[in-house]
């Protein structure tokens, strides 16, 4: 059985915060708000594949008001959601993501 989940995430852009998306440090003069390091790309990435298998959001496993996570990189985050796929003997096929943003430009 194939099942597809759909992930969303918004962050607001703040100064002084390095700005990662993809787990890549794009140079630009704000960076992206939030507990981690606030990788929008990954945690809408990571709440696909938790929707993907029924489970809660990003914040249901790694809980924004908890001091463990704070600053934690988003990879993290991913791979915990992989273990859970794999933990219900399940497999990612594929990854489809699309990056909306005013600023910076991502690409030429």
């Known amino acids: 059985m194939n099942r597809v989940g759909i992930g969303y ?11 990662i998306l993809g ?15 606030a990788d929008v790309l990954m945690h ?4 696909a594949v938790l929707g993907a298998i029924g ?5 249901s496993f790694f809980p924004p008001d908890d001091a463990e996570w704070k600053d934690a990189p ?3 985050f991913l791979e ?5 796929v794999e933990k219900r ?3 990612l096929i594929n ?5 909306i943003a005013e600023a910076p430009k991502i690409g030429p």
Request: glycine share 12%; proline share 6%.
């Open 9 to 19: 995430d918004v962050h607001q852009l703040k100064p002084g915060r390095p700005l």
């Open 23 to 37: 787990r890549v440090t794009i140079p630009h003069d704000t960076g992206l708000d939030g507990h981690s390091d």
């Open 44 to 47: 809408a990435i990571c709440d």
């Open 55 to 59: 489970e809660g959001d990003i914040g």
């Open 74 to 76: 988003s990879n993290m």
């Open 80 to 84: 915990e959601a992989a273990r859970q």
């Open 89 to 91: 003997s399940g497999r």
């Open 95 to 99: 990854v489809d993501a699309m990056l």
